[in-house]
């Protein structure tokens, strides 16, 4: 009952959420689409994180430099910490128009568009350096357009880190080291074959369990960033990390299609750039976030263990090729395959 409650709660402030967009959107004076006069648009904004979270400061920022540009003609209301629903949820709003932007993990957004995918995949990226020069890449810029059809456009990306695994007491050093653990997993398809192919026994769950998994038994490990041990207090119960740094997920904002196609080229020009210096602040507060969250694990007495990536991207190579059956993700990891030094 206690569940159906919320669940009755939750369903109806997103009904009044969406029916206050639609009472902005059937004024006298509609707004236009295209090329045509420019309307103001109040936004809806919404995610799952904390406001301390870099990913919430840098679409704060976004929030702030398009209404800055656009001279008040847009403005946004960012509804955090999940209040919305999870990122699935909010999603699914985004394409329904209750919701008009949101900031979803890559890994999610492979259940809605397949060639976000790639992103998952462990070690398509070399090194930060790689993962940056790919994200500025025209091939992701493609990409975030091609999803107009699937109801929202992909307006940029921000830093989530390199994502390594961590456990209670066990440093991973070598793939092998993983066999017969359970490792808490996004619900990604690309992560659980990936756990698969490096022996271990992959465990979706949402995030917000992982603490109490770790502390019963349930899990063995999970797999993420430094940031975990510290803004999620798993380093409380798990006192080994490892830096395989298997892969670097992005986080991406992303726009209704219907919202996109009411505004005109200067604003969508306002809030295309808005985005893009959005993410370039964003990368600074993030880069800080890990350094203190090093420091602040080891205080708590987590152990940090760098073990010799090799094996770990050799155990992972049949997955590559396995996803490389699907034609446009094997154009983007040739793509990016091209810039790797």
Not at 262 to 287: C, G, H, L, M
Request: hydrophobic share 40%; glycine share 6%; net charge negative.
């Amino acid at each position: 009952m206690k569940h159906f409650i919320v669940a009755l709660m939750i369903s109806s402030f997103l009904v009044v959420v969406a029916a206050c967009g639609s009472n902005e959107s059937s004024t006298d004076t509609p707004r236009e689409s295209g090329n045509g006069e420019a309307k103001e648009h109040n936004l809806t904004l919404a995610h799952n994180l904390s406001e301390d979270h870099p990913v919430h400061l840098g679409l704060a920022r976004f929030a702030e430099l398009v209404e800055e540009r656009s001279e008040g003609q847009i403005t946004m209301e960012i509804f955090p910490n999940g209040v919305l629903g999870d990122e699935r949820e909010v999603l699914e709003q985004v394409q329904a128009g209750g919701v008009d932007i949101t900031k979803v993990s890559a890994a999610a957004l492979e259940n809605f568009s397949s060639q976000y995918a790639v992103f998952s995949l462990p070690y398509v990226f070399a090194d930060e350096e790689h993962f940056f020069q790919s994200m500025e890449s025209e091939a992701v810029a493609q990409l975030f357009d091609e999803t107009e059809a699937d109801g929202f456009v992909g307006l940029t990306w921000y830093d989530s880190g390199a994502r390594s695994f961590y456990t209670v007491d066990q440093p991973i050093m070598h793939p092998d080291d993983l066999k017969g653990l359970r490792i808490r997993v996004m619900d990604s398809q690309t992560q659980i074959e990936m756990m698969e192919a490096l022996g271990g026994a992959p465990t979706p769950m949402p995030y917000g369990e992982i603490y109490t998994a770790l502390q019963s038994g349930v899990v063995d490990g999970a797999e993420s960033n430094p940031t975990a041990l510290t803004t999620g207090k798993h380093g409380e119960v798990a006192k080994a990390f490892s830096f395989d740094e298997h892969a670097r997920i992005p986080d991406i904002a992303v726009i209704s299609s219907a919202v996109w196609n009411e505004f005109t080229d200067e604003q969508r020009q306002f809030v295309r750039d808005a985005a893009k210096e959005s993410t370039e602040y964003q990368k600074d507060i993030w880069a800080e976030a890990v350094e203190e969250a090093i420091e602040e694990a080891e205080a708590m007495g987590v152990e940090f263990h760098y073990p010799d990536q090799e094996p770990f991207y050799q155990a992972v190579q049949p997955l590559h090729e396995k996803y490389r059956e699907d034609e446009k993700i094997a154009e983007l990891l040739d793509a990016f395959d091209q810039m790797r030094q």
